[in-house]
């Protein structure tokens, strides 16, 4: 079994949509929370970062972190075509915080 | 400002052969980072540096793979007697270093084994 785990999806929305985005955890040493987007043949780039449980808010998008029942949730409002990419949750925990470890990515389109 | 830059995009070489892929981090950061990417799949961690030397190469899948970092700054991860599964997008990454910081991806060096 894999520590994250994550519906690769293909995951296909209209344009406006809300979108969620969601994984599970095996290791409970985990902390630190990341959502990365990834264009097509392109490097991740961090979209929200989240530390221990909670929410947080950074305009359209939600990140929730709910730590008892090892689920962490991305969720994106009012969703654009330019949205369309694969979203990576990734984790770490407090000792080795550098090494990031990725679920397998969900693919999604926004459909005008 | 410059971002994370590898070397080369692409990569294309037979089993058996030696390689070098590189990366040019942020002007900066001293934490350094590679991850392979399999089609389909999330990065997967392979090492770290802090500064020159490795603080985790806990990822290396075998003693094919190793990576330097000589003056804390570009890196190189050599293969050795490649094999098709190591084909892959090799992703590097920086940071300012610490706990909790973004860590900063490049385009990565698509590398396939015939």
């Known amino acids: 079994q894999k520590e994250v785990e994550q519906d690769p999806g293909p995951l296909s929305v209209p344009e406006g949509a809300i979108v969620s985005l969601n994984c599970t955890y095996s290791?409970?040493?985990?902390?630190?929370f990341m959502w990365y987007r990834q264009y097509s043949r392109k490097g991740p780039e961090l979209l929200m970062y989240?530390?221990?449980?909670g929410n947080k808010e950074d305009g359209r998008f939600t990140a929730q972190v709910d730590k008892s029942s090892k689920y962490i949730s991305l969720f994106i409002r009012d969703s654009q075509p330019s949205d369309s990419a694969t979203y990576l949750c990734a984790m770490s925990a407090l000792e080795g915080a550098q090494k990031l470890v990725f679920g397998q990515g969900t693919r999604l389109t926004i459909n005008p | 400002g410059a971002g994370v830059s590898q070397t080369p995009s692409n990569k294309v070489t037979e089993k058996g052969k030696y390689v070098e892929l590189r990366c040019d981090p942020i002007s900066g950061h001293t934490a350094l980072y590679w991850y392979r990417q399999s089609l389909g799949q999330g990065p997967e961690f392979l090492i770290y540096?802090?500064?020159?030397?490795?603080?985790?190469d806990s990822g290396l899948p075998n003693d094919r793979f190793f990576a330097v970092r000589p003056e804390g700054s570009v890196s190189t991860l050599k293969i050795q007697r490649t094999e098709r599964g190591d084909s892959a997008v090799y992703l590097c990454?920086?940071?300012?270093?610490?706990?909790?910081?973004?860590?900063?991806f490049g385009p990565g060096t698509r590398l396939t084994v015939t």
């Open positions: 989240t530390y221990s449980s």
């Open positions: 290791n409970s040493a985990f902390q630190y």
């Open positions: 990454a920086s940071s300012v270093g610490g706990i909790g910081y973004e860590q900063y």
């Open positions: 540096f802090q500064g020159t030397g490795a603080a985790d």
